[in-house]
């Protein structure tokens, strides 16, 4: 695993971590003051935004990724493209790529996409 790998596992499995456990406010806490959240609604800006985005899905909902590819932006900026898969225990599971930049050890920009 090389050193941007290593930064962005550290950073997903806590976001994974808090997503698995139903915890919005602990996967809120992953993410920077002024980051840009993207996920399958209308974008949102910052904490509060993330954790109302996570506590509006379903208990059960868990979180499998696998990182593609990564590249160092900057000193402190690592860029991850993954997929995730999302189940759940009552519908299909949703699959999607995730593109996020990572600041030091919070995530400034996380964006999905269903292809």
């Known amino acids: 695993m090389n050193a941007e790998e290593q930064i ?11 997503v698995d456990a139903h915890d919005p406010e602990r996967v809120a806490v992953n993410f ?9 609604h209308p974008y949102t800006v910052g904490p509060k935004g993330v954790a109302e985005y996570y ?3 379903p208990l ?5 990724y696998e990182i ?6 900057a000193e402190n900026l690592v860029l991850g493209y993954l997929h ?3 189940t759940f225990t009552d519908r299909d599971t949703v699959s999607v ?9 919070k ?9």
């Not at 059960?60 to 499998?64: F, L, N």
């Not at 790529?97 to 050890?105: D, I, K």
């Open 8 to 18: 962005l596992t550290t950073v997903l499995d806590r976001w994974k971590s808090a």
């Open 32 to 40: 920077t003051e002024d980051a840009i959240f993207q996920g399958l």
């Open 55 to 57: 506590d509006s899905q």
């Open 60 to 64: 059960g909902m868990v979180a499998e």
């Open 68 to 73: 593609q590819e990564t590249r160092r932006l």
């Open 84 to 86: 995730v898969d999302f």
């Open 97 to 105: 790529q995730l593109s996020l930049v990572v600041e030091g050890e």
């Open 107 to 115: 995530i400034r920009h996380y964006q999905v996409s269903r292809l």
